[in-house]
């Protein structure tokens, strides 16, 4: 059953702790992301992103602590309904075809017009001379745009990217971004790439080790540093814990 969740908030971490046996990934992590909010999920190679995004589609279940997704557990039917997600290397049904591959999907997750939503995406994504193809012939840019396509085929009010831009070249890249910038909802984007959070999202938080660090938009990271500094060189002194 859905709780009441704390008001306005749609993605809620509170004191949220998970190691894998003896090895902490996230240690006491606390975090609301307010409906409607584009974030990036900031950190370093190991910080807890990826390990983050699962426990909040309920993949993982964490050790400790709550998490909710409108008021809702990340393994609750309603949750499962409104959230699209993104694995930093996913893997659609290599023995499908392209288009397979997006009707199934589309009709598991209730899409009402399936091939018209599925047309979308090859035109869209520049996929309609692979769509018989089977995705195990794709190249890893083309399974990328394909797994992006899976993510959004239903217009998720939550959507959950782990580094979305991996493997797509530039021009593929900016039409990715296009997309995402015209689709509606909250926007939780996990990178370690500083430049990519700035075209994608508007605020930042930051974590390290597992434990959160920082929380603001983007602008006020940058005013963090002086006018001539690189904003990378901002987040790599936070993150190392420079003065």
């Known amino acids: ?8 908030a749609c993605i809620e971490l509170t004191h949220v702790s998970k190691s894998y046996g003896k090895v902490p990934a996230l240690n006491d992590l606390s975090f609301d992301i307010p409906v409607g909010g584009r974030y990036s999920l900031l950190g370093p190679n190991g910080a807890g992103k990826s390990t983050t995004l699962k426990l ?48 199934y999907i589309g009709a598991l997750r209730g899409v009402p017009d399936v091939k018209g939503r599925t047309d979308f995406f090859l035109d869209e994504l520049d996929l309609r001379q692979y769509e018989k193809a089977n995705v195990g012939r794709l190249s ?31 021009p593929t890249q900016e039409k990715v971004i296009g997309l995402l910038d015209r689709l509606e909802g909250t926007h939780l984007v996990s990178t370690h790439i500083m430049s990519i959070a700035n075209r ?22 940058r005013n963090r540093g002086s006018p001539e500094e690189p904003i990378e060189k901002v987040v790599a002194r936070m993150m190392t814990g420079a003065s």
């Open 200 to 221: 994608l999202t508007d605020s930042v938080i930051m974590i390290s080790k597992g434990m959160f660090l920082w929380e603001g938009t983007i602008e006020e990271l």
């Open 140 to 170: 890893r840019g083309n399974t990328q745009k394909l797994a992006i396509a899976l993510a959004l085929i239903h217009s998720p009010k939550v959507l959950l990217l782990d580094e979305p831009l991996n493997y797509l070249d530039i």
């Open 56 to 103: 909040l589609i309920g993949s993982l279940r964490p050790d400790t602590g709550n998490i909710r997704i409108l008021g809702s557990s990340p393994d609750s039917r309603d949750s499962k309904a409104v959230v699209g997600y993104l694995p930093e290397d996913a893997l659609p049904y290599r023995m499908l075809s392209v288009r397979e591959n997006l009707e």
């Open 1 to 8: 059953m859905a709780s009441s969740g704390r008001p306005g």
